[in-house]
């Protein structure tokens, strides 16, 4: 994580050491029913806080669901703040379409193409993966077995944890403060209610997208019901 971190990011791709970290989580799949409205100040509140507190923003990175939302926030919202925040697509290589174009000789120079397009489906339906989303910053692929939805693995969400976990132990630099992390909920299903729960466990402050729908709407609804019951004790929250 080290050479990631400090000669990737750092040196190599010239990133500022973050502030803070704010990490997207959610919706994996194209997003409907959701007002526009709802749309729009999520972009833009997730990239102005970024951009007021010198934060990263890192999500699963590829053109579908809450991570194209992600993108869209860069593309909109960038130029006002002179494309100062680092948005971060962090996925599993096998979730990327044409991912197969990675596995090639080392010793070849030869550029790689990216279909921007979107999801593939061979004849009969199967599903060959999503294109990165064009509006990220920056990428990183982490070659892993999926354990659980597609796309939301459980191995890149134990990466991100991870590169998480390091940066705040890491910090700003010799003398500074541990860099936080916050989690973004934005809808989601079963793979993400699990990535929250481990989040939580970590001490991890989740900020729920209330009207988002999925797993973001089901926990504001399960801390609605426990608060209107007066269930206000850390052991109920926790159980």
């Known amino acids: 994580m080290s050479r990631v971190y400090n000669e990737l990011l750092l040196k190599h791709w010239s990133i500022p050491r973050p502030t803070l970290l704010i990490s997207v989580t959610g919706s994996a799949h194209m997003i409907k029913g959701i007002q526009g409205s709802l749309l729009d100040a999520f972009r833009r509140g997730l990239y102005e806080s970024a951009a007021h507190t010198g934060a990263w923003i890192v999500s699963g990175g590829l053109n579908v669901g809450v991570m194209k939302e992600v993108g869209k926030a860069r593309r909109q919202y960038s130029s006002a703040y002179s494309d100062s ?15 197969q174009q990675l596995d090639i000789d080392l010793r ?29 910053k920056f990428m990183l692929a982490v070659d892993g077995e999926d354990k659980g939805e597609k796309l939301d693995s459980w191995s890149t969400f134990e990466f991100r944890r991870a590169f998480g976990t390091y940066i705040n132990a890491e910090g700003g630099g010799p003398g500074s403060k541990n860099v936080q992390t916050v989690s973004v909920v934005f809808n989601g299903k079963i793979g993400t209610l699990l ?8 001490s991890i402050p989740c900020v729920i997208v209330a009207g988002s729908g999925g797993v973001a709407d089901l926990i504001r609804l399960g801390i609605e019901f426990l608060v209107e019951k007066g269930a206000r004790d850390e052991s109920v929250l926790n159980s």
């Open 85 to 99: 925040v680092p948005v971060i697509g962090i996925m599993n290589m096998n979730e990327i379409q044409g991912s």
């Open 108 to 136: 070849s120079y030869k550029p790689i193409e990216v279909n921007r397009s979107k999801t593939v489906q061979t004849e009969k339906g199967q599903d060959l993966g999503n294109a990165l989303d064009p509006n990220h």
């Open 195 to 202: 990535a929250v729960k481990e989040m939580l466990c970590e």
